[in-house]
């Protein structure tokens, strides 16, 4: 039989067996998701300051563009941000040159930044620095603790500071920081939400919405073009509220027949008709404790609006075929590219579930009202997560394509520009996508003409269209720059060909 090995009696188990790895598993579920990411960066450095017994943390992030590190995430109550320069104190050294710093004794090193204790008055008795590298070498942060209780750092400490800080650099690549801080722009670094790309006025406005909607419990509608990012906001809104730990359930109200909406939302009991053989729950109980999302809410036929008014009202609801209320502890997040209003004057939406869903209203802003700043920084978001996901090195556009992604109008907003840069990742043969790399249709000068605009007809005047009409404009425009082809038409506009096979039987479009 084996004996077990012994360890000295009074000496404490390796910190590199108990924590390596206990940054990841700390923040594994926060990185899927759309949250605050200096919270998340706060939770980071909170889980390496403890696995490591230190008094204080700080993590710094590299910004290339003004030469400088900053940091982002740190026990310092005293400062709102403390910036070096590259090569500045010992964290800047570190960035500078990719070495660990161990100082037993901060004040005796040349290399100590005294100001920073000068400015807080706290007393920095020992400190431990190690960069933070992603898997190209790339150096994208510094991890610095100081004062570790009852001794100075040890090498052992610092092996584990080493393996804790790669698991840092894991979890930076799976955010929508990394892009930035891997090819930066000249613009400094700009973030709020993890996968929500956008440092423009138009993005800084939904992020102050996000922000104030998350810290209530308020029924919210997201209003917007189609391949905008409403479902990104919704989860944004739940993932950074007190509902966060719950779960989020989407519900695609326009992918459903009318049929099955109520039986998918409400559920049913046994026996409410043939085939129900037992109890189903729908998605309102599945959500207990956390958020429904209703995109496309629109789509909801005129008689199952009063159910869901209900729901809204009272958080209460009763199964296909049940007579027994079912009270419901959710949020509800609902989303449209509709125009609501003129479907209320039209009969077709229900005035008093419009008046309940827009307690809050956010309007999610089209690609074109953006500006250039937040195209580039989609663009380059997209190039790093495609280029991972396909097995290629870094990768940046080059100027002609860049005018070209300027250029075109993206009626499909994101979601077009996504599929775009997903496929001149997989065309590109080199490390820059070039014009022959973007399939986008060639700019052949004016638009061709579209109803209303035919020859020797005035132009059309868009504000005394109603939404349906703009629709079939917007429509049969894109159908005839793409020769009728549904199906590349519907890559164009960023939605699915059976989205669009509906939009036309619905308008009622020839051909």
């Known amino acids: 039989m084996d004996t077990p090995s012994r360890r000295p009696r009074g000496r404490a188990p390796s910190p590199a067996r108990v924590d390596r790895d206990s940054v990841l598993i700390a923040v594994a579920e926060l990185v899927r998701r759309e949250v605050d990411l200096d919270a998340l960066l706060r939770q980071v450095i909170d889980t390496v300051t403890r696995a490591m017994e230190a008094e204080r943390g700080t993590f710094y992030l590299v910004d290339r563009a003004r030469g400088e590190l900053f940091s982002k995430a740190a026990h310092l109550p005293e400062l709102r941000e403390i910036r070096l320069a590259l090569g500045q104190g010992v964290a800047g050294y570190v960035a500078r040159t990719g070495e660990a ?49 009852g001794a100075a750092f040890s090498a052992d400490d610092e092996a584990l500071l080493r393996a804790l800080a790669s698991q840092v650099a894991m979890i930076l690549e799976s955010t929508s920081l990394y ?22 006025e138009r ?50 109200c326009a992918s459903l027949p009318a049929t099955l909406i109520e039986n998918e939302l409400f559920g049913h009991e046994r026996g409410a008709y043939t085939g129900a053989d037992q109890r189903a729950l729908g998605k309102f109980e599945a959500a207990s404790g956390g958020t429904v999302f209703l995109d496309e809410i629109g789509e909801v036929p005129l008689p199952l609006q009063s159910k869901l008014l209900r729901v809204i009202q009272d958080r209460e609801f009763e199964r296909v075929g049940g007579r027994r209320g079912v ?3 959710v949020r509800i997040v609902a989303a449209t590219n509709r125009n609501l209003e003129d479907m209320v004057a039209r009969q077709r939406f229900r005035e008093d579930l419009y008046y309940r869903l827009r307690v809050l209203t956010l309007t999610m802003p089209a690609l074109r009202e953006r500006g250039p700043a937040d195209l580039e920084q989609l663009a380059t978001h997209f190039l790093s997560v495609f280029a991972q996901r396909h097995g290629k090195g ?64 005035p132009p059309v005047e868009l504000g005394k269209l ?26 164009a506009m960023g939605i699915g060909r059976t989205t669009l096979l509906r939009k036309i039987q619905q308008l009622k479009i020839p051909g």
């Open 203 to 252: 993005m800084r406005r939904v992020y102050d919405l996000v922000g104030k909607a998350a810290a209530t419990d308020a029924t919210v509608l997201i209003t917007g073009e189609t391949g905008t990012g409403k479902g990104l906001i919704a989860r944004a809104i739940h993932f950074n509220s007190k509902r966060a730990g719950q779960p989020f359930v989407a519900v695609d």
């Open 101 to 149: 710093v161990n100082l037993p004794s901060s004040a005796a090193d040349p290399r100590f930044h005294g100001a920073v204790d000068r400015s807080t008055g706290y007393a920095t008795r020992s400190m431990l620095c190690v960069p933070v590298s992603d898997r190209g070498g790339d150096i994208l942060g510094v991890l610095q603790l100081l004062n570790k209780r």
């Open 327 to 329: 009270k419901v502890d």
């Open 394 to 457: 870094p990768l940046r556009c080059s100027p002609a394509a860049l005018a070209r992604l300027h250029a075109h109008a993206w009626p499909g907003n994101i979601r077009e520009l996504e599929n775009c840069i997903e496929g001149a990742v997989i065309l590109c043969n080199s490390d820059i996508v070039d014009l022959p790399d973007l399939s986008l249709p060639a700019e052949t000068g004016p638009a061709p003409p579209t109803r209303g605009r035919a020859a020797g007809k």
């Open 179 to 200: 892009p930035q801080l891997r090819a930066p722009s000249p613009a400094p670094l700009s973030y709020r939400f993890n996968g929500i790309v956008g440092v423009g």
């Open 466 to 491: 109603r939404w349906d009409e703009m629709e079939r404009l917007y429509i049969e425009a894109v159908l005839a720059t793409h020769a009728g082809n549904r199906s590349a038409a519907a890559r």
